[in-house]
């Protein structure tokens, strides 16, 4: 009697707490989450060099954060730091770091997902940021490399979020970053058959949405909006309807046209 009166009470608390986060959700949904404040806190930013993470660089700038800029090129992390400072940063450091080399990133300031969570436990206060891709959402033709990375990206993330969350650190927060192709030149000659649904991204709507993303503590964010029911399909219907569904949006295709950068020697 007392088992079932404990299962029953764990149901009800359940159905309670599950119908209370839908509401929520919901209510977020129609009014945006308030974006918190992070002047003065400390924002790393690997690739800062150039592209999404020179964006990303100066979208903080503006909001007042300390920046720690790191990339392999040292004259493109440089200008970036700069950037920033005639952005209005007075607080930003470059350093040069291939985070590929463990050694290196160890050397530069021993500071990864490894070394950097026991202090955010410490302290129960950070943001961890993945960038992922939505090629870490569905394979895509003639990208199985890239796919590979952007998966393990994308499930190391998930994975620590739980981690945090079973620890019951609720300071640490997680967004995972999926957007569609970005003009960053990484893949050029790239094409969309339906712009209006899956649009190549200009770089600066990039950055500047994904900000807004993470000052809002969302978990996941994909775009265009458009992928989140591609991944609502892809959870439910035959395997054979997905593939027409591809071939109709001609993604199959997307990276016919593509023209590998060349790299400096």
Not at 193 to 211: G, N, Q, R
């Amino acid at each position: 009697m007392s088992f079932n009166l404990q299962s029953s009470k764990k149901l009800f608390i359940f159905l309670g707490k599950s119908l209370f986060t839908l509401l929520e959700a919901m209510i977020f949904a129609l009014l945006p989450k308030q974006q918190k404040n992070v002047a003065g806190e400390i924002v790393l930013i690997t690739g800062a060099g150039s592209g999404l993470g020179r964006l990303l660089a100066l979208q903080f700038a503006r909001r007042g954060s300390v920046l720690v800029l790191w990339d392999v090129n040292k004259e493109g992390n440089e200008e970036t730091c700069k950037m920033a400072q005639e952005a209005g940063v007075t607080r930003v450091h470059a350093y040069t770091c291939d985070c590929s080399q463990k050694e290196e990133v160890y050397r530069v300031a021993d500071q990864t997902y490894k070394a950097f969570l026991p202090a955010m436990i410490a302290n129960d206060h950070g943001h961890l940021v993945c960038i992922s891709s939505s090629a870490g959402l569905v394979g895509v033709n003639g990208l199985a490399d890239y796919c590979a990375s952007k998966f393990a990206a994308f499930g190391l993330a998930e994975s620590v979020f739980v981690e945090t969350f079973v620890q019951n650190q609720k300071g640490i927060k997680t967004t995972i970053v999926c957007p569609f192709f970005i003009k960053t030149g990484m893949f050029e000659g790239c094409t969309t058959a339906c712009p209006s649904l899956l649009p190549i991204l200009e770089p600066e709507y990039a950055a500047e949405k994904i900000v807004e993303a993470i000052l809002q503590e969302k978990m996941y964010f994909y775009m265009p909006k458009f992928l989140y029911f591609v991944m609502f399909l892809k959870s439910f219907l035959p395997l054979k309807t997905v593939l027409l569904i591809g071939d109709y949006l001609d993604i199959f295709h997307a990276m016919d046209g593509f023209l590998e950068r060349k790299k400096k020697l």
